[in-house]
């Protein structure tokens, strides 16, 4: 068993399966570790959150010479997609 399991979580395309306080087995046959959950799961809808690195920020804004709260709104808007937020910009 793993010791001090806290959550875990199963991601899918648009949704979580998460599991509190779950207890957490390995076995292993045939050179294969299996992994057994236990616990009560709860499901919720899958929330992606954008994350924009600021190195990201900073090549937009020295590319395009706007603001860092302009380049960053830019690069939200075009899903991080570097190359598509400066040609918004640049436009």
Do not use: C, H, N
């Amino acid at each position: 068993e793993i010791e001090d399991v806290e959550e875990v979580i199963i991601r899918t395309a648009d949704s979580e399966i998460v599991f509190d306080d779950a207890a957490v087995s390995i076995m292993e046959a045939a050179g294969t570790k299996t992994y057994q959950l236990t616990g009560t799961p709860r499901e919720q809808e899958r929330t992606q959150e954008l994350v924009i690195p600021d190195e990201d920020v900073k090549l937009v804004v020295e590319q395009t010479g706007v603001s860092e709260e302009v380049a960053r709104d830019a690069l939200k808007e075009s899903g991080g997609d570097l190359a598509d937020a400066i040609m918004w910009l640049s436009d």
